[in-house]
Structure formats: C-alpha cells, structure tokens
C-alpha cells in the first residue's frame, strides 16, 4: 500500500484545510485508516481513524467538533476537514492505513497555522 497526502499548507488562527491522501496498491484489504500528526518534539499522535466502511470515527479532543474524517472508498481516498485551525495544530499531517497486522505511512505534509 502506497499513501501521498496533499493539501497542507499555511493558513491563519481560525481558517480551514482539508487534506487529503491517495491510497494505491493493495488497498483492496484495507481495515481502518486514519490521521496523525507530530509536532516539532513532540511525539507523534493521532488525529481521527474511520474504520473500513466508514461507519465509525474516533478523533482526538483536542479536535472534536473542528475536524472531520472521510473516506471515498469508490477512490482510493482519505480526506481531513479542518476547520477553526489553531496555531497549536501545526504539524505534519500524516495518512495511516491498516491493513493485514500492518501500519502503512504516508510521507507527511505540512500544516502550519499562524496567529
């Protein structure tokens, strides 16, 4: 499984993002898919995950109610609506899937959110 996000970028306290992220390869057997992210020094954490069929979410407080996970499985895609961006929010935005006991990473991109 291969994942490009896109979509990152700068962007001012209060405005919004989405990014994306294209799934390729075997994406036929993926389970849960999901966003994180790492800030300078920090460790990275996650964001959101939906799982196969898009039935559930989970998110992370510190963005419940501002962002919101979505999945087009028709094309191979993952999407992050970020709304109400905070200048703690700035990180590079990684795309994950699940898929057979396996984590698959994107390369990252980045957000950055000025005040």
């Known amino acids: 499984v291969q994942l490009v996000e896109s979509g990152g970028g700068l962007v001012q306290a209060g405005g919004s993002l989405r990014l994306s992220c294209a799934a390729s390869?075997?994406?036929?057997?993926?389970?849960?898919m999901g966003w994180y992210r790492q800030a300078p020094g920090k460790q990275r954490e996650l964001v959101a995950t939906?799982?196969?069929?898009?039935?559930?979410?989970n998110y992370a407080n510190s963005v419940k109610g501002r962002f919101t996970i979505s999945r087009d499985r028709a094309k191979n895609m993952l999407y992050l609506q970020m709304n109400s961006l905070k200048p703690e929010d700035t990180a590079v935005y990684y795309c994950?899937?699940?898929?057979?006991?396996?984590?698959?990473w994107g390369q990252g991109t980045q957000v950055t959110v000025s005040s």
């Open positions: 390869g075997s994406t036929f057997s993926i389970n849960a």
């Open positions: 939906i799982t196969s069929d898009g039935g559930s979410t």
């Open positions: 994950n899937a699940y898929q057979s006991f396996r984590n698959y």
